[in-house]
Nanobody, 124 residues
Framework: GQLVESGGGSVQSGGSLRLSCAAA????????MGWFRQAPGKEREEVAS???????AYADSVKGRFTISQDNAKNTLYLQMNSMSPEDTAMYYC???????????????????WGQGTQVTVSS
């Protein structure tokens, strides 16, 4: 099984993109699914998490701008990104797994399976 991201690309500052993660072929745990990103020279960081009970978590840097959601009928996870800035430039990864951790007032995914990623570039 696999997770396949799409929807990345180039956008100007202030613009929007919607990432998709097709999970139809993924046979692992979907207890928690999320989006992570890694910029050049930086560590990978959580962007948003969505647990099976509907709980969500967001990085402080994206709160109010990004929204994680899923369409169970389409087996697809989404990340709607609005008001984007150059600091959002990174490779974005879809991830899933059987566990999560509670901190900073929210449940955060601890994934054990990752997609290949999709590049997002925001120009000023």
């Amino acid at each position: 099984g696999q997770l396949v991201e799409s929807g990345g690309g180039s956008v100007q500052s202030g613009g929007s993109l919607r990432l998709s993660c097709a999970a139809a072929g993924y046979t692992g745990s979907r207890y928690c699914m999320g989006w992570f990103r890694q910029a050049p020279g930086k560590e990978r960081e959580e962007v948003a998490s969505l647990s099976i009970d509907g709980a969500t978590a967001y990085a402080d840097s994206v709160k109010g701008r990004f929204t994680i959601s899923q369409d169970n009928a389409k087996n697809t996870l989404y990340l709607q990104m609005n008001s984007m800035s150059p600091e959002d430039t990174a490779m974005y990864y879809c991830a899933a797994g059987p566990s999560r951790q509670y901190y900073s007032g929210a449940w955060h995914c601890r994934p054990n399976y990752w997609g290949q990623g999709t590049q997002v570039t925001v120009s000023s």
